[in-house]
């Protein structure tokens, strides 16, 4: 389809960063096209596809999607096509109802590398899996693990940071059976209401994790907000993708933090 003035493409192409464990010292720097670490199938690492904010793209997020790769996970951060910052014919905010095709798409395409003699093979766990994103991202990742039009039943938990329901056609949210979610918002988001995430976790059934951050803005990743939502969000995967109790039960206490983070949970 055209946009503004370009005049389409035959295909939707969906550029995506791929960022997976691999071995070295901890804390070193990232290294490009490094050979993935390989475990055995108790030990391969969760995947998450990754949806970026609007006029945004994947890489732009490289800095905080690598400390999740620091915690054993794989992530791919797909730039979608009309969304992004490099849109041809500009950003168009509408196309995020064609999102979440998107990220089955790239879902599907990830786990193809992990099959056989994958480039992926024996490191991608291919029966945990879990979506997160950022403001329209995070739109994405609701429609896709939340919404019936678009509902992703290979997802097994869903983060959304600094998002609402927007409409995606006649489905509708919350259907039967979905993925435990963990919303995370600034409770003073001058972009995307704060409310967005508070209504959600309200309609959401658990188990399902609403992370505050006091005084918090739409883009968070500073401090005194993104440490305590780091540790939070990886208690919340490795709780639902390692299947780790312990990690479940740190979420209240990773959560709050005075002047920072506040955390509401239903778990059951």
């Known amino acids: 389809a055209s946009n503004g003035a370009y005049p389409g493409a035959p295909t939707r192409t969906l550029p995506t960063l791929l960022l997976y464990p691999t071995a070295g010292r901890p804390g070193a720097p990232a290294v490009e096209n490094a050979r993935p670490l390989t475990r055995r199938r108790s030990g391969r690492f969760p995947l998450i596809v ?126 039967r059976r979905t993925p435990p979610l963990m919303l995370v918002h600034g409770d003073a988001d001058r972009t995307v209401p704060y409310a967005g ?21 739409h883009v968070f990743f500073t401090a005194p907000w993104f440490e305590p939502f780091v540790r939070t969000t990886t208690d919340f995967l490795d709780g639902y993708l390692k299947h780790s109790r312990r990690a479940l039960r740190r979420l209240a206490t990773d959560g709050t933090v005075p002047g920072a983070t506040s955390v509401r949970l239903s778990l059951r």
């Not at 309200?202 to 951050?213: E, F, G, I, M, Y």
């Open 197 to 217: 995430s508070t209504q959600e976790y309200a309609a959401a059934p658990p188990p399902k994790v609403l992370l505050t951050l006091l005084g918090g803005p």
């Open 50 to 175: 990754f949806s970026h904010g609007f006029t945004a793209s994947g890489p732009a997020y490289r800095v905080v999607l690598e400390r999740f790769v620091r915690q054993g996970y794989v992530i791919a951060a797909p730039t979608f096509p009309l969304s992004s910052g490099g849109a041809p014919g500009g950003p168009k905010l509408v196309d995020y109802v064609n999102q979440p095709g998107d990220v089955s798409f790239v879902l599907t395409r990830t786990l193809g590398l992990a099959r056989g003699h994958g480039f992926l093979a024996r490191s991608v766990d291919r029966n945990d899996i879990g979506v997160m994103g950022h403001s329209l991202g995070a739109i994405t990742t609701l429609g896709v693990a939340a919404n019936s039009c678009c509902l992703d039943r290979r997802i097994d938990a869903a983060a959304a940071w600094s998002g609402i329901q927007l409409p995606f056609g006649s489905g509708t949210y919350f259907p």
